[in-house]
């Protein structure tokens, strides 16, 4: 077992871990293209940022101006069982208070639950390629994760999955769509693959970019049955929160009153719950920018087809570029001021994920990539 070492004391528990790596910041981009301070305040506003899934159109007005209204009330702590928010989330979701976990970003809330029924001797099963951090979390929970490989490298192969459950398995994770492969499985999909599993397995459905998908599939937290299913969700991508940071669960109350005894204090901070609040208010403006984004996504995967380099649709706010040289494209698109996520960290070396920014943050990324591939020739 591979130890870490610090003061002289052996750090057992960091064994195989390791830390879960953002999208590049800006400034960051701009730092390690040698550029002093004085001249990254002057690039940071011409440069373009695809690198994280975040909402271009930033938060809904109302959820602004909720934020500026508690800023008076910040001596205070927060509610710590989020009581409005959970109101909020009951009457959209049609279900009870007792239904909801808040978390700090949906996040927080995957890797409680994994912890609350994860541990020594215990397995996790996910997808190969799927949002990273189910393998960080089971690996901190002490548990050992069971990464199954995809369809064709994108999609879960939900047969493979359902063979790999057995007496060990405490948790199974699904991210729908997924990230940051962005392929999607239907209701009858899913539905079918709960129907296999024992009845007590914890079965997560991370559905992150749900509200992008509104339409393809049926409501999951209606629509799916099995006793173990938790269904998470973020404030983070559709409704433009990322930097508050708050999702949310949805399962049997008795399950998530297990989960709540491992979560922090206060863990969603006062200007989260103000803004999450006001955002599910402002819905009709948050859906209008769904389905923007959705057409750019369209468009963006036409202009890649064309250029031979779309590997798959993606059914996020994400697209992909497909490579043979990743990782020297996004160094070459940094210098052009375009900031994108290569996938080497998910065993996907030829694998670029995109975001899908503002049409003109898109057509900076289409006008930077055409001028790298003409620099190839």
Same mark, same amino acid.
């Given at each position: 077992?591979?130890?870490?070492?610090?003061?002289?004391?052996?750090?057992?528990?960091?064994?195989?871990?390791?830390?879960?790596?953002?999208?590049?910041?800006?400034?960051?981009?701009?730092?390690?293209?040698?550029?002093?301070?004085?001249?990254?305040?002057?690039?940071?506003?011409?440069?373009?940022?695809?690198?994280?899934?975040?909402?271009?159109?930033?938060?809904?007005?109302?959820?602004?101006?909720?934020?500026?209204?508690?800023?008076?009330?910040?001596?205070?702590?927060?509610?710590?069982?989020?009581?409005?928010?959970?109101?909020?989330?009951?009457?959209?979701?049609?279900?009870?208070?007792?239904?909801?976990?808040?978390?700090?970003?949906?996040?927080?809330?995957?890797?409680?639950?994994?912890?609350?029924? =994860?541990?020594?001797?215990?397995? @996790?099963?996910?997808?190969?390629?799927? %949002?990273? #951090?189910?393998?960080? +979390?089971?690996? !901190? *929970?002490?548990?050992?994760?069971?990464?199954?490989?995809?369809?064709?490298?994108?999609?879960?192969?939900?047969?493979?999955?359902?063979?790999?459950?057995?007496?060990?398995?405490?948790?199974?994770?699904?991210?729908?769509?997924?990230?940051?492969?962005?392929?999607?499985?239907?209701?009858?999909?899913?539905?079918?693959?709960?129907?296999?599993?024992?009845?007590?397995?914890?079965?997560?459905?991370?559905?992150?970019?749900?509200?992008?998908?509104?339409?393809?599939?049926?409501?999951?937290?209606?629509?799916?049955?099995?006793?173990?299913?938790?269904?998470?969700?973020?404030?983070?991508?559709?409704?433009?929160?990322?930097?508050?940071?708050?999702?949310?669960?949805?399962?049997? =109350?008795?399950?998530?009153?297990? @989960?709540?005894?491992?979560?922090?204090? %206060?863990? #969603?901070?006062?200007? +989260?719950?103000? !803004? *999450?609040?006001?955002?599910?208010?402002?819905?009709?403006?948050?859906?209008?920018?769904?389905?923007?984004?959705?057409?750019?996504?369209?468009?963006?995967?036409?202009?890649?087809?064309?250029?031979?380099?779309?590997?798959?649709?993606?059914?996020?706010?994400?697209?992909?570029?497909?490579?043979?040289?990743?990782?020297?494209?996004?160094?070459?698109?940094?210098?052009?001021?375009?900031?994108?996520?290569?996938?080497?960290?998910?065993?996907?070396?030829?694998?670029?994920?995109?975001?899908?920014?503002?049409?003109?943050?898109?057509?900076?990324?289409?006008?930077?990539?055409?001028?790298?591939?003409?620099?190839?020739?």
């Amino acid at each position: 077992m591979t130890t870490i070492d610090w003061m002289g004391k052996t750090v057992s528990q960091a064994a195989g871990l390791h830390a879960y790596v953002p999208g590049k910041p800006i400034a960051q981009m701009l730092r390690e293209l040698g550029l002093a301070e004085s001249e990254i305040e002057k690039q940071v506003a011409s440069t373009v940022k695809l690198a994280s899934n975040e909402n271009p159109n930033g938060p809904p007005p109302k959820a602004i101006l909720a934020m500026q209204q508690v800023a008076s009330e910040v001596h205070r702590y927060p509610d710590g069982d989020c009581f409005a928010l959970k109101q909020s989330l009951a009457k959209l979701h049609g279900i009870s208070n007792k239904q909801l976990l808040i978390g700090n970003g949906s996040n927080e809330v995957l890797e409680l639950i994994i912890r609350a029924f =994860a541990g020594s001797g215990d397995e @996790v099963v996910y997808s190969q390629r799927a %949002f990273i #951090v189910y393998a960080l +979390a089971t690996t !901190a *929970a002490g548990a050992t994760g069971i990464a199954v490989p995809e369809i064709d490298g994108l999609g879960h192969d939900l047969v493979a999955m359902a063979e790999a459950v057995n007496a060990k398995t405490k948790v199974v994770c699904i991210a729908n769509p997924n990230n940051p492969t962005g392929s999607l499985l239907s209701t009858e999909e899913l539905q079918d693959f709960l129907d296999a599993l024992p009845r007590d397995v914890v079965v997560i459905l991370d559905e992150a970019y749900y509200e992008y998908v509104r339409f393809e599939v049926a409501d999951s937290i209606a629509a799916l049955r099995h006793p173990g299913l938790v269904i998470s969700r973020t404030f983070s991508k559709a409704y433009g929160l990322a930097g508050c940071r708050v999702g949310y669960a949805v399962a049997d =109350a008795a399950l998530l009153s297990a @989960v709540n005894r491992f979560r922090e204090p %206060f863990n #969603v901070n006062m200007f +989260a719950q103000a !803004a *999450a609040i006001a955002a599910l208010e402002d819905r009709d403006w948050v859906m209008a920018k769904v389905d923007a984004c959705v057409a750019e996504r369209a468009r963006l995967e036409d202009a890649l087809n064309k250029r031979g380099c779309l590997p798959a649709n993606s059914f996020g706010n994400f697209v992909l570029l497909q490579d043979k040289h990743a990782l020297e494209l996004v160094k070459a698109m940094e210098k052009r001021g375009v900031i994108l996520r290569p996938l080497a960290p998910y065993g996907m070396a030829d694998m670029i994920r995109v975001s899908v920014g503002s049409k003109a943050e898109n057509d900076k990324f289409l006008s930077a990539l055409d001028a790298e591939l003409l620099a190839r020739q």
